[in-house]
């Protein structure tokens, strides 16, 4: 596991836990990622499709673990075990569908390296609204 970045270590180890499973979901999968990373928060976060890719042709090359990548119709990754690797493709209809992905992550929240360095330095506090210095209208005079 040299050549991946920390979150792609955190799911293939994941994938590598989830190996019995014959289907995984993203959110399957993004939530044993956050377990195991002990992240705080971003409960509804879910993977790049890029980190997944790149794990899951490590896994196949050095795991033996064959999994393939498919998108369901609301954008959600699908894992499933087959007897070959596959990744999306990046032409046809599966391409189409790799793009609408990709444009949707800009969107959406997604683990990153960044989560896995906030969770060891505890990160920022939250800053409650009510913290906020308040002005009272009736303190206010009218010159």
Known sequence: MNDL?????????????LKE???????????K???????????KAGICLKDLEVCIEYLAENSQLQFAL???????ILIKKEDEWKLLESNGQSGLQ??????????????TNGDLRRKST???????RTDRKKMDYRDFEEE
């Open 5 to 17: 970045t920390p979150i792609q270590k955190e799911i293939a180890a994941a994938l590598e836990q």
């Open 33 to 43: 990622v956050r377990e195991n990373a002990k992240i705080q928060g971003k409960n």
């Open 70 to 76: 498919h998108l369901n119709s609301a954008n959600d």
């Open 122 to 128: 505890g990160g920022k506090a939250a800053k409650k």
């Open 98 to 111: 790799k793009k609408r992905r990709q444009s949707s992550e800009k969107s959406i929240s997604v683990l």
């Open 21 to 31: 499973k014959s289907l995984i979901t993203e959110a399957i999968l993004a939530k």
